[in-house]
Structures are given as structure tokens and as C-alpha cells.
């Protein structure tokens, strides 16, 4: 069985940031929320900016992917953004991003992290994909896309 990442909770379209620390206490925030977790926002956002440090997660397409492992949670967990207006995320591909997954796994989940970053990375690779996350008319509709896509039990 595929483990979900996204909750309908953890989905936000139209999101407008100035930075990454912004996009990341923001994602931070959702998934503490939609989860109910008691790690500190300020923990998840210094794991991700201390990952990002280490080299972009923009991925190319206008997509990034940061992640970090957690202490203090249980499973792999993802919020969703659609930036309003695209941010520079020192992508591999130079383009400015605005799709976001934001991944956390536990800090003993190196693998459960691999797969899950690898299950998204896939799926926001195809730019069918990528077009209907984009056009998508509201958070719910994107989470819908994230929750059917065809290539999660790969």
C-alpha cells in the first residue's frame, strides 16, 4: 500500500512569499496543523533552510522539492504549494519555481524519505502533470491530482 503524503489540509494554491524561510514556515505551519504535531515550526524550517544550504531542491520545470527529516514525527508527511508568483529557488535549470512539494520524514526514515521524494519527483516530472497542477482551479482540485496520479503505487 502506497503511504499518503498530501492532505487536502496541506494543499494551498495562489500562495504569495517574499523568500524560502517564508514558503517554508508557511508549509511548515499547514502540515503542524493538518497533523497535529507538536515539533516546533522554527525546527522544520532550519532543517529545510540547512538542507537547501547543501544545494537547491529546485528540480527544473519550475518545481522544487525541499525536504528534511524531522525529529518528532512518525511518518512521511508533504504540503503542497502554487506560488502566485514565481520565486527564484536556484534551480537546476535556472527557471524560477511555482510548484512546491514539501517533504518531511522522520529522522530514522532515510528510506521511507528516498521513496517518497522519488514517488513526488516522478510524478511532477511529467509536464501533463505539472499543466494540470497549474491550471487547476483550486486547492482542492490540486490535491485531487496529487492523490490520483497513476505512477504512486510505482
Do not use: C, W, Y
Amino acid at each position: 500500500m502506497t503511504e499518503v503524503l498530501f492532505s487536502a489540509d496541506t494543499v494551498v494554491v495562489d500562495l504569495t512569499v517574499v523568500s524560502q524561510k517564508q514558503l517554508f514556515q508557511d508549509m511548515a505551519t499547514r502540515i503542524i496543523t493538518a497533523h497535529e504535531l507538536t515539533v516546533a515550526e522554527r525546527d522544520i524550517v532550519a532543517a529545510a533552510m540547512e538542507r537547501e544550504r547543501l544545494g537547491s531542491t529546485g528540480v527544473g520545470n519550475g518545481v522544487a522539492l525541499p525536504h528534511a527529516r524531522i525529529d518528532g514525527i512518525t511518518s512521511v508527511m508533504a504540503g503542497f504549494a502554487r506560488l502566485t508568483d514565481p520565486m527564484d529557488f536556484d534551480s537546476v535549470d535556472g527557471r524560477p519555481v511555482d510548484l512546491i512539494a514539501f517533504l518531511l520524514a522522520p529522522a530514522d526514515a532515510a528510506g521511507a524519505h528516498l521513496r517518497a521524494l522519488a514517488r513526488v519527483s516522478r510524478q511532477l516530472r511529467r509536464e501533463d502533470n505539472r499543466n494540470r497542477l497549474r491550471t487547476a482551479p483550486d486547492a482542492l482540485s490540486v490535491f485531487t491530482i496529487l492523490s490520483d496520479d497513476p505512477l504512486k503505487s510505482a
